[in-house]
C-alpha cells in the first residue's frame, strides 16, 4: 500500500520528465500532384518561360519592389513569391530542395502513385515486397527507446497508408483528444482510479501503466495552460497550420513522438492555376506560413526536428488550355531541419523525360531520383535506422548528401 | 442460449416485412436478443481467491467470456469434467451458431471466388472481411474454433494490403484457415502453399524455370520452412530453400476467365531431380512435387517442436514449458498434426492449470473480450475498428509474414487507447455499439445505488478482486460524486481498464 501512494505522490508532485531524445520526422504530403515547378522556379532555363505563357512566375529582380517576382536563390533557381516566409531558412541553411524526384509510377492516377509512395514501393510490387508503409516498416525496424502512445501520430481523422502496420500509431486532430475520455465531468477521479489500479501493479503492466498516466499528466498540464506558440510563431488558422501546431506543442512536451504525419490539399490544378496569385498560390502560402512557424517556434530543438515535404508527382512543364497544369512525374521535395545540409538545391535541373517514356503524355519532368533515396537517407542518416533493406526492399539508394554530417 | 423452434418461427414474425438496410440491423439485433444471444437476467459467476479453472480454461480458448458462460460451461464440467466441454468445442460443426451467423454470415464478398471479388472495391472488400473476423471473434458460441482461425491466420499471415491479396484473401480465409483451422496440420499447410492469396504474398506466382537461366524466386520457399513449418532453427539449409523453390516453380495465376484461380503450368516448371532435407524428389514429379514437399516439412522432426512450441506459447505462456512442448510435439508426430489431438494434449495438462491469468490480451483479443464481457449488441462499423487500427491490430493488415507478434512486450504502448474504449465502451459511447450497462448490474446482484463494486470482479477477471484492486473503486464510487447510470457505467470501465482485465 505504501508503494501505491508513493505512486500516487509522485504523480500528484509530476516526476522529472525522463531524458527524451527523440528525433521527430514529419512528413507533410502534398495531395493532389504539386507543381513544384511553379514553387521552386527555374528561371534561368527559357523553356519554363516559353512552355508556360501565362502561368509562369516572373524572374527575379534585384532590389525590386515587384511583388509578383520569384526570390532568388541562386543563377538559376528562385522560389515562388509566396515562398517568402521560408526564404531566411534557406539561406540559413536548414532548408534544402531535391530537384526531380519521383517514382517509377506512369499511372498517372492520384491513388496509386500515393499509395506506392506510402507503401515505399517500386510500381511492380513484387519480389519480397514486405506491405505496410514506409513509416510502419520504419517503426518496426527502428531500435532503441519503447514506443509510447504516441511515437507516431498522424494529423487528421484516419491513420495514413505510410503508418499502416505500425506498431502503433494515433490519429489525432488535437491534444484535447489525449485525454482520458470520461463521459462526465469526471475524468480526474477516473484517471485517479487508473492510477490506483495500475500503481498496485508490480507485473509487465507496471512500467507501461505509469509511462501512460505520466503522458497523460503531461499533456494535461500543457491544456491547461493557455498555449501561445513561442517565437512568434504565427500558424494559418486552418486545418493545416492547426496540425502543424499541435505536432510542435508535441514535440516541446517531449511525449516520445517520433513520426508525424500531415496532409495538405488541394494541389491537382488542372484548371485556372493562377501565378504569383491565384489558386496553387494560396495553397503554397499556407504551406510556406506554416513551415516557418513551425520552424521558428522550435528555434531550440531545430536538431531534433526533420521536415518532409512530398507530393505524389509533379505537374508537366507547359501550360493546358484551361491555364492549369497536367500530371506529370517528377517534383522538387523540400527538406528542413537542423540535420538537413540546406542552402541549396540538389539533384538534376528539370528537364522533360526521354521521348520513349512519354507513358503518360508529353511534358513530364525526368525523375532523377527515387523518391526512396531521399527517405533512405532522412531514415539512415537522421533516425539511425540500420536495416534500410526491410524498410525499401530491394533498393539500392543513392547518395543525395542531404544530411550534414 | 439455446434457441427453440418456436423461438425462431417468432422471429421470423418480427422480420416479416421488408425493411430499409439501417433498419435491418436494428433488426437482426433485436431478434438476436430475443433468441437469447443477451445477458442472462441472472448468472452465476466464480468465487474463488485465485482465477477459477474454469473460467481459466474459458478465456483461454475464448475471446472472453460472455455473461452466463462460466456457469453454463460449469455445468458441463460438473458431469463429465473439462474433457467434456473440450470436446463440444472440438466439434464446431456440432454447436448451433446460427445466432452468430445472422451477424456475420451476410458479408457477400466473403463467400465470392476470387474472380467476383475483383469486381468489388477495396474498401468494401476490407471492411467486410474485418467486420466478418471481429463479429465472429465476438458472437461465435464456436470460441475455441474461432481462437484458432486467429492462431493460423498469425501463422499463415498474409496481408490485404500487397498486391492482389485483397481479392484473393476472402477465399483464403474460407477454404485454408477456416477450412482447416481444428484439422491436420499438414492439409493446411498444402491447402496454403497453393493458395492464391499466398501465391501473391509470398511472390509464389512469380516462381518460374520458364528459361534455363531463369533462377527461383525463394521468397515463398523460405518463409515456408523458416516461418511455416521448421521453424528458423529448424536445421534446413540455403540448399533446401532453393530446392524447395525448385519445386514449387509452376504455379501460376490465370489473370483473365477465372482471374485470381490457381493452375499449374509445366512449362514454368523446374523438372529435375531434387533434394529436400535429404530427401530425393525424382525428375518428373511436375505438379506432384508440391505434395512430396509438403510431406517431407510436415514430417519434419523440426515442425512438430516448432508448432508444438507457438501452440503452447498461445495458450499456455510465453516461455512454453519444456516438459509439454515435448509431449505436443508427440502428439503432432503421432498424429500427423491433428490440432485437436493437440489441444486435448495442452488443455489438460498441469502446466495449462498452473499458468492462470499470466497471458497479456492483444488488442483484437483486448476489444472482443470487452465487447463479450458486457455482451454488447454491435455490427463492427466503422467507429469500432478505428479502434483496432489505432491500436496496430485490424485484422489481415500486419505487414511482414511472421503475423502478429503473440507475446506481450510489443503491444504494452496501447494502455491509453484501451482505457478510453474501455470506459467509452461501457458508457455506450462508441457510435455503432450498444451496452446495456444496468442489465448487466442487475443480473451480477449490483441494485443501482448500493452497489458494491466486489461483486463486479469475478464476472470479468474469474476471481474475486483483492483490497488493492477494489479499494480503487471504493474511492472512486465515495470520490465521484455521480449517482446512477452514468456513476455505474464507469465502475464497468474501469473493471475493463484494470490491470487484471487486460490479462487472461
Known amino acids: 500500500m505504501s508503494s501505491r501512494r508513493g505512486f500516487l505522490r509522485q504523480l500528484a508532485l509530476g516526476r522529472p520528465a525522463a531524458a527524451t531524445h527523440e528525433h521527430t520526422l514529419v512528413c507533410v504530403f502534398l495531395r493532389g500532384g504539386a507543381d513544384t515547378l511553379n514553387m521552386v522556379v527555374p528561371y534561368g532555363d527559357d523553356r519554363y518561360y516559353q512552355l508556360r505563357p501565362t502561368i509562369a512566375i516572373s524572374a527575379p529582380v534585384a532590389n525590386s519592389a515587384n511583388k509578383d517576382a520569384a526570390l532568388k536563390l541562386d543563377d538559376f533557381y528562385a522560389f515562388h513569391p509566396k515562398l517568402r516566409p521560408l526564404l531566411p531558412l534557406y539561406q540559413e541553411g536548414r532548408l534544402a530542395i531535391v530537384q526531380a524526384v519521383g517514382s517509377d509510377n506512369t499511372s498517372g492516377s492520384h491513388f496509386e502513385a500515393q499509395d506506392q509512395m506510402e507503401h515505399g514501393e517500386a510500381q511492380a510490387r513484387v519480389a519480397n515486397s514486405s506491405g505496410g508503409g514506409w513509416l510502419g516498416r520504419h517503426l518496426r525496424t527502428r531500435t532503441g527507446r519503447e514506443l509510447t502512445p504516441l511515437s507516431a501520430v498522424a494529423i487528421g481523422p484516419t491513420i495514413p497508408e505510410s503508418l499502416r502496420g505500425a506498431p502503433t500509431a494515433s490519429a489525432l486532430h488535437s491534444l484535447a483528444e489525449l485525454q482520458i475520455q470520461a463521459p462526465t465531468q469526471d475524468a480526474r477521479a477516473v484517471t485517479a482510479a487508473l492510477a490506483a489500479l495500475y500503481g498496485a501493479e508490480v507485473g509487465l503492466l507496471s512500467q507501461p501503466g505509469r509511462s501512460t498516466l505520466e503522458l497523460l499528466q503531461r499533456v494535461e498540464s500543457l491544456r491547461g495552460q493557455r498555449y501561445a506558440p513561442e517565437n512568434g510563431a504565427e500558424y494559418p488558422d486552418e486545418e493545416f497550420g492547426n496540425g502543424l501546431r499541435e505536432v510542435a506543442r508535441l514535440i516541446k512536451a517531449g511525449v516520445g513522438l517520433e513520426v508525424a504525419c500531415l496532409d495538405l490539399g488541394g494541389w491537382d490544378t488542372h484548371f485556372f492555376q493562377g501565378a504569383s496569385d491565384g489558386l496553387q498560390a494560396a495553397q503554397i502560402a499556407l504551406l510556406a506560413r506554416g513551415l516557418a512557424a513551425f520552424d521558428a517556434e522550435l528555434q531550440a530543438v531545430r536538431a531534433r526536428v526533420t521536415v518532409l515535404v512530398m507530393t505524389e508527382f509533379g505537374r508537366r512543364i507547359y501550360e493546358n488550355g484551361s491555364l492549369g497544369t497536367d500530371h506529370g512525374r517528377g517534383f522538387a521535395l523540400l527538406a528542413l531541419g537542423g540535420c538537413i545540409q540546406g542552402g541549396q538545391v540538389f539533384g538534376e535541373k528539370p528537364s522533360l523525360t526521354a521521348d520513349d517514356e512519354f507513358l503518360l503524355g508529353p511534358g513530364g519532368l525526368a525523375v532523377h531520383c527515387d523518391y526512396r533515396a531521399v527517405l533512405a537517407e532522412i531514415l539512415s542518416g537522421v533516425l539511425n535506422n540500420q536495416q534500410l533493406g526491410q524498410v525499401f526492399p530491394n533498393f539500392q539508394p543513392q547518395a543525395i548528401g542531404l544530411v550534414k554530417v | ?504
Open chain 2, 1 to 504: 442460449m439455446s434457441s427453440t423452434r418456436r423461438a425462431w418461427l417468432r422471429a421470423a414474425a418480427i422480420a416479416g416485412g421488408v425493411l430499409p438496410l439501417a433498419a435491418c440491423e436494428r433488426l437482426l439485433s433485436r431478434v438476436s436478443r430475443e433468441l437469447g444471444q443477451n445477458i442472462p437476467a441472472q448468472f452465476a459467476t466464480p468465487a474463488s481467491a485465485d482465477i477459477d479453472p474454469v473460467f481459466h480454461l474459458l478465456s483461454r480458448t475464448s475471446y472472453g467470456l460472455w455473461p452466463g458462460d462460466w456457469q453454463r460451461a460449469q455445468a458441463v464440467i460438473k458431469d463429465g469434467g473439462p474433457a467434456a466441454w473440450i470436446e463440444q468445442q472440438l466439434a464446431p460443426d456440432t454447436i448451433d451458431d446460427r445466432l452468430c451467423d445472422l451477424r456475420a454470415r451476410r458479408f457477400e464478398t466473403l463467400w465470392h471466388d476470387p474472380g467476383t471479388c475483383y469486381e468489388y472495391k477495396k474498401e468494401v472488400l476490407r471492411e467486410e472481411i474485418t467486420r466478418h473476423t471481429l463479429l465472429r471473434a465476438v458472437y461465435s458460441q464456436r470460441q475455441l474454433f474461432e481462437v484458432m482461425v486467429g492462431f493460423w491466420t498469425d501463422h499463415l499471415n498474409i496481408n490485404l494490403e500487397k498486391g492482389d491479396c485483397i481479392y484473393l484473401k476472402p477465399a483464403d480465409d474460407r477454404t485454408v484457415i477456416r477450412q482447416h483451422a481444428l484439422g491436420k496440420f499438414r492439409d493446411l499447410i498444402r491447402a496454403s502453399v497453393t493458395s492464391p492469396a499466398m501465391l501473391v504474398y509470398l511472390d509464389g506466382k512469380e516462381n518460374r524455370k520458364a528459361a534455363p537461366t531463369d533462377i527461383p524466386n525463394e521468397n515463398y520457399a523460405r518463409e515456408l520452412l523458416e516461418l511455416h513449418t521448421l521453424g528458423v532453427h529448424g536445421g534446413y539449409t540455403q540448399q533446401d530453400v532453393y530446392e524447395a523453390a525448385r519445386c514449387l516453380t509452376g504455379w501460376r495465376l490465370r489473370t483473365t476467365w477465372r482471374k485470381g484461380t490457381v493452375y499449374f503450368d509445366p512449362a514454368w516448371h523446374d523438372d529435375g531431380e531434387k533434394t529436400l532435407l535429404g530427401q530425393r524428389i525424382a525428375a518428373g514429379g511436375g505438379a506432384y512435387d508440391v505434395d512430396r514437399v509438403v510431406d517431407i516439412v510436415c514430417r519434419h522432426p523440426a515442425t512438430a517442436r516448432f508448432i508444438a512450441t507457438k501452440l503452447t506459447q498461445k495458450f499456455v505462456s510465453e516461455t512454453a514449458p519444456s516438459s509439454l512442448v515435448e509431449r505436443v510435439a508427440q502428439t503432432f508426430t503421432a498424429t500427423d498434426g491433428d490440432s485437436k489431438a493437440m489441444l486435448r494434449v495442452i488443455l489438460l495438462s498441469d502446466e495449462f492449470q498452473s499458468a492462470r491469468g499470466v497471458k497479456f490480451k492483444r488488442p483484437f483479443h483486448f476489444i472482443a473480450s470487452c465487447l463479450r464481457a458486457l455482451g454488447a449488441d454491435t455490427h463492427a462499423h466503422k467507429p469500432l475498428l478505428e479502434y483496432l487500427l489505432r491500436m496496430g491490430q485490424a485484422p489481415f493488415q500486419h505487414p511482414t509474414p511472421d503475423g502478429y507478434p503473440d507475446e506481450a512486450t510489443p503491444w504494452l504502448g496501447t494502455l491509453l487507447w484501451r482505457w478510453n474504449f474501455a470506459i467509452s465502451l461501457a458508457a455506450n459511447n462508441v457510435p455503432s455499439v450498444q451496452v446495456e450497462a444496468a442489465r448487466l448490474l442487475t443480473a451480477l446482484g449490483g441494485d443501482g445505488a448500493q452497489l458494491d463494486p466486489a461483486r463486479l470482479w469475478p464476472h470479468f477477471i474469474g476471481r474475486m478482486s483483492t483490497a488493492a484492486e477494489s479499494q480503487p473503486l471504493t474511492e472512486f464510487a465515495a470520490r465521484s460524486g455521480l449517482q446512477g447510470d452514468a456513476h455505474n457505467a464507469e465502475l464497468l470501465g474501469l473493471l475493463l481498464a484494470s490491470p487484471a482485465f487486460q490479462r487472461y
